[in-house]
């Protein structure tokens, strides 16, 4: 197995087209790394026993970074890190929106498999089959980080769900903190920001319902209590604070908690028609919210995806619905027991408003996606069923569901679909690009190839970025917001985090169905094309467009040492 403790020889990419992560336009030039690190950039460099990599017609980058990933548990049981690996990224920052697996009491580690099942729509058996629970606080489980060898390198953040509900125990999803529990929910941030840690994360969006169908336990936070622990990384030197929004925590908030701790805050979710907060009030609604940020004149970033927000589910587990308080309440029972609720009258009666709120006009944006009873249908919109069979189309879709003992799986297009609003967002260098939540919902989508995406879609196709605006987006902006030194930059002296791609055929498969999971769980996956080489710090883990196996550089970045190396 290479690791990064590996010096391999030295390598020229020769006769690439260099766009170097920080915006500036494309040249021709060639580049030496040895040692993990960038040696030089320039024409016909000719070092004594280097090794040629001809890599002429590519594209040569910075590693792709995603800032919104979910990877906390499958690293321990895919250290790839797929399928993100396969699409030019090359660092990974996880514990988005609060959660996480550390710190965890023994007696908790169901609970928290069980959180996760129900908000990130993970597994709850391959979290179970999988999590090597060699750690209970947060600094422990960077050690098991440190000593696990890893395809990428990882940022994890501590997210205040596992932190609440270590001090609080199993009130942390119906109650206030006391002041005393603040007091070490304070302790444990600053602990694991002292450790390594990049950052802190919560969230207090309704839509994050977690074990038993309850709130997750930031949820239940006060804003003071959120400040006091985003304030607990003023003594350190490094820190983000990632947060997704809610009715009592919003712009104003994050302004306060950039100026008070010293650090940027990244929050989500910037969508088209959005008002970030509860409302899809219509187009002009994600840039209106931009610019309200941008007044408040803080260390404040709105992030966002570059792909509209798909998912794929079925109707026994209905996680991406579950900000409807009917659907919550369908979490809170056991899978077996939902087909009774959807056939109560009276449930469909509580259900149907706040369906029509959301989706009366997304009917059409609803279509089967897989059924082996209805194959007829495959492809085809909830509205045009519910016409030909004078059906309603909320009642029409539980039938189907019941007909097929809830397996029918269904494509939804939530939102973020407004394609003009959606440039024009891109466009915006006061908008980060994040948001692909790789690692999450397994069985229901599958954004982690937002980067090839991204490369295809919008600049390929669409024209809306050039390439080397693009590459930025994905490399030297997260770089510098994040605070990861040397990374994101085709430079001298840079971590040699590379990627060469085709510009031409760049871009994500089809979405297919897989059983690698722990325990044979499911989950979707999307190859890349166009992805023809890959080095992390300055080891190739990728060559002509194949993984190479067991090839795992990739390093813990600990915050505060630097976030170069170990």
Known sequence: ?????????????????????????????????????????????????????????????????????????????????TPSSWHGVTTVVMGNCGFGIAPTRPQHRDLIAETLENVEGM???????GIRWEFESFPQYLDVLDATPMRLNVAPMVGHTPVRLYVLGEEASTRAATSDEIGEMRRIVSEAMHAGAIGFASSKSIAHVGARGMPVPSRLASVDEIMQLVTAMRDVQHGITQVTSGADLFLDEFA?????????????????????VSQFTGPGAGPEVVERNAALDADVWPQMTCRPLTMQLNLAEPYALAGLPAFAEILTMPRAERGRMYIDDGWRERARPQVDGRYRHRWQKITVQESSRHR?????????????????????????????????????????????????????????????????????????????????????????????????RITGQPARVFGFVDRGVVRKGAVADLVAFDPETVGPTDVERVRDLPGGAERLIVRSRGIEHVWVNGTAVRAHGQDLPDVRPGVLLRGGRGLGSR
């Open 256 to 276: 306060t908690m950039a100026r008070a701790s010293g650090h940027p805050v990244s929050w989500t979710a910037l969508l088209t028609g959005f008002d970030g």
């Open 123 to 129: 597994s709850v058996d391959a979290l179970k089959a």
């Open 376 to 472: 007829d249908l495959l492809g085809r919109s909830i509205s045009e069923l519910a016409r030909e069979r004078r059906r309603d189309p909320f009642d029409l879709l539980l039938e189907l569901s019941l007909d097929e003992g809830l397996a029918t799986r269904y494509r939804i297009v939530i939102g973020n679909d407004d394609e003009t609003e959606l440039a024009q967002l891109l466009r915006d260098p006061r908008v980060l690009l994040g948001l692909s939540d790789a690692g999450a919902h397994a069985d229901q989508l599958c954004d982690a190839c937002a980067p090839t995406y991204l490369l295809e879609h919008w600049v390929r196709e669409a024209g809306v970025l050039s390439v080397e605006q693009a590459v930025h």
């Open 1 to 81: 197995m290479v690791t990064m403790h590996d010096d391999p020889t030295p390598q020229v990419l020769r006769g690439g087209t260099i766009v170097d992560g920080t915006g500036a336009p494309a040249t021709r030039a060639d580049v030496l790394i040895a040692g993990g690190r960038v040696v030089e950039v320039g024409e016909g460099i000719a070092p004594d026993a280097a090794t040629e990599i001809d890599v002429a017609g590519l594209v040569v980058a910075p590693g792709f970074i995603d800032v919104h990933t979910h990877y906390d548990a499958q690293v321990l049981w895919d250290p790839d890190l």
